[in-house]
């Protein structure tokens, strides 16, 4: 009987890494909420999330517009990343370096904090692909496009995508001139 009870208990508690918290992640010196990590779960409406919070006012705006007529076909719109301040953008090219094994490679996903419109706060990664997929029929009704074909899940606002549609996307973000400062 004991081991029946191990082994549910085992299968109850949640497996892989527990998402930083701000103060404890301060104190190692990694990143944290306050830096602009995001915990699972978080929506376009959680201003209690610097990532949210601190996205451009218009870019949030069009999201939250988007996220409720999604939601009237079932679709929530998770938040996987937003704003990020330059030491967390910093970090997320480091460990992309390490990864991917050079500079070039890494440029294809993880742009410098000098260059990703993350650090700006005018690009907002969503989760879940039932939302990108939403977003991809319907995002240019709120201005909101996909910016890079690597990337379905990373969309900024191109408010005249209203009228004309989003732009032809970049390959990947090596592609794009913003990204060549």
Not at 125 to 135: F, Q
């Amino acid at each position: 009987m004991t081991a029946v009870v191990a082994v549910i208990t085992a299968a109850c508690v949640p497996h892989g890494p527990k998402p930083p918290d701000s103060s404890a992640a301060s104190e190692r010196g990694t990143a944290g909420e306050a830096d602009g990590v995001v915990p699972d779960g978080v929506t376009v409406f959680d201003d209690g999330f610097p990532a949210v919070a601190n996205l451009d006012p218009g870019l949030l705006r069009a999201l939250r517009r988007a996220a409720t007529d999604a939601a009237d076909d079932g679709v929530t719109f998770f938040v996987n990343s937003g704003w990020r301040s330059p030491e967390y953008q910093n970090r997320l090219r480091r460990e992309a370096v390490s990864k991917y094994g050079s500079e070039g490679e890494a440029a294809r996903w993880v742009a410098t904090a000098e260059t990703s419109p993350h650090v700006s706060g005018k690009a907002v990664d969503i989760g879940r692909s039932d939302a990108t997929a939403w977003l991809s029929r319907h995002g240019a009704e709120y201005g909101l496009c996909q910016i890079y074909r690597n990337e379905p899940w990373h969309y900024e606002l191109r408010t005249h995508a209203r009228d004309r549609g989003c732009p032809r996307m970049y390959a990947d973000p090596t592609q794009d001139p913003r990204m060549q400062r």
